[in-house]
């Protein structure tokens, strides 16, 4: 038999120690499909006496990561350390400058320096494969890179994260409120001790830019991606939604016009019907739009080590075959900067729940701050009369600009008798 691919592994945690417990179960399967067998060569996490449930006696230990990446006996390393830069990065740069392919899930790391290292592994002859850094175990970099490359896509959009969308899921069984819901998903694990990247938004931008680039074939841009979580999302919207005939979803939207790329994350509510709407629990969902093949599906699991180490081995084989197609699906050279559009240019309908005091006018004076904004109605509920006291009050409304919107909740807000700050959600077509 041929050469075997050797691989150093960098970080044992969740994704590492998973990658090497799946390198071993399917060795026979890869070996065929790769062409060559795939073998562990040299491992490298902190500490090395901790029982991660697998035997890392029989690859060389290293302490030190980018020493691994610089001297192992490896054709591939693949980085599982995390993290924005520090380590993580320093172990891809010394990776490619030793000749080395690198494969990584960290979605951090290329949302911010993905332009940077996909141009620095062209230069070096080499592979960066990322399948796992999106969505887990969907093969949508794939998809989109190979499968949908004879589209132009202008449109995509996904659930990204699986935190939120369990939260959001059980929210919705339960009638829970978000913060009960939180602590119940840390308890199961599904939520890290400090979740502010993944209920703010930050991991679904991350990953929204890099589907972007490869969409779209532009430079990433991961500070032109407009984050908003799903603190806000309240128990009554989440039944008014349903009332209406939509779910809310923390979406991921990139289009692209003839300005430049919009690239959002936000709450938003898509129409019950819709595919993404059915995607439930911790799975991810992407609905990709392309010129000539319309809209593709995509779902499954988002995250965990099976998911995720399924995506590390499915780039070890393309590497191990010889196919290492460009980063980003295009040359490197070819990825350039493409004006990132800001939210106030989004034109979309609205919904917004407002708390006020039931009495006679107040609905006149809500009404005519919306005309002189030029937003017109869609619908408009309100369930009980309870004169004198706070009700809620909801309204949709047909397409318009999220300027005219933004102006139009700060004169809302400004009603002596309007008791909180709206609550607004934007619609999707999903
Ligand atoms: N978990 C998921 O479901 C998932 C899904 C998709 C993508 N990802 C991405 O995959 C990457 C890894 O995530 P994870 O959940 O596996 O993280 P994790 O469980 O925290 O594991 C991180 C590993 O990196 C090691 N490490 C930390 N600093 C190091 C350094 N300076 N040198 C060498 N090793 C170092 C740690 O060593 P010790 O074990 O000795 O402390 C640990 O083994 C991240 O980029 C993450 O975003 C994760």
């Known amino acids: 038999m041929t050469q075997p691919l050797k691989i150093a592994v960098a970080g044992l945690g969740t994704v590492g120690a998973g990658t090497l417990q799946l390198l071993d179960a399917q060795a026979d399967i890869l070996a065929l499909r790769a062409g060559r067998p795939l073998q562990v060569s040299a491992v490298s996490a902190r500490n090395r006496n901790l029982d991660r449930g697998v035997d890392i006696g029989r690859y060389a230990w290293y302490d030190d990561a980018v020493a691994m990446a610089r001297e192992a006996d ?120 400090d979740p502010g990247f993944d209920i703010d938004g930050v991991d679904a931008a991350h990953k929204l830019a890099l589907l972007s680039s490869v ?60 595919p993404i709407a059915a995607v439930e629990d911790v799975f991810n969902g992407v609905v990709t739009e392309g010129d000539f093949v319309g809209a593709t599906v995509l779902e499954g699991r988002g995250a965990g080590a099976g998911p995720t180490a399924s995506a590390v081995a499915g780039d070890l084989v393309d590497i191990a075959a010889g196919r290492h197609a460009p980063a980003f699906g295009v040359p490197a050279s070819a990825l350039k900067p493409v004006p990132s559009l800001p939210m106030d240019r989004h034109v979309g309908p609205y919904y917004v729940r407002l708390m006020v005091i039931d009495k006679p006018g107040v609905f006149a004076d809500i009404a005519a701050t919306l005309r002189d904004a030029e937003i017109s109605f869609e619908s408009v509920l309100q369930r009980s009369r309870a004169p004198g006291d706070v009700v809620p009050v909801v309204l949709t409304t047909h397409e318009t600009s999220e300027a005219a919107m933004q102006r139009a909740l700060a004169a809302i807000e400004a009603i002596e008798a309007v008791r909180e700050p709206p609550h607004m959600i934007r619609i999707e077509r999903g």
């Open 74 to 193: 490896a054709d591939a390393v693949v980085e599982l350390i995390g993290g924005s830069d520090g380590a993580a990065r320093a172990v891809c740069e010394a990776a490619f400058a030793a000749g080395r392919h690198v494969v990584t899930a960290n979605k951090a790391l290329l949302a911010h320096h993905g332009t940077t290292l996909a141009e620095q592994a062209e230069a070096a002859g080499v592979g960066l494969a990322w399948e796992a850094a999106v969505a887990g175990g969907i093969p949508v970099i794939r998809c989109l890179r190979e499968g949908l490359a004879g589209n132009r896509i202008s449109r995509l959009h996904g659930i990204l994260n699986g935190t939120c969308n369990y939260i959001l899921t059980v929210m919705r069984d339960t009638g829970r409120d978000f913060a009960d819901v939180l602590a119940e998903a840390q308890h199961l694990g599904y939520a890290e001790a």
């Open 215 to 274: 969409a779209f074939g532009s430079a990433v841009d991961f500070a032109g991606v407009y984050t908003e979580g799903i603190r806000q999302i309240a128990p009554m919207d989440i039944e008014y939604a349903d009332e209406l005939g939509y779910r809310i979803k923390l979406l991921g939207i990139a289009e692209r016009n003839h300005d430049g790329i919009h690239q959002r994350v936000h709450p938003a509510m898509v129409p019950a019907g819709a």
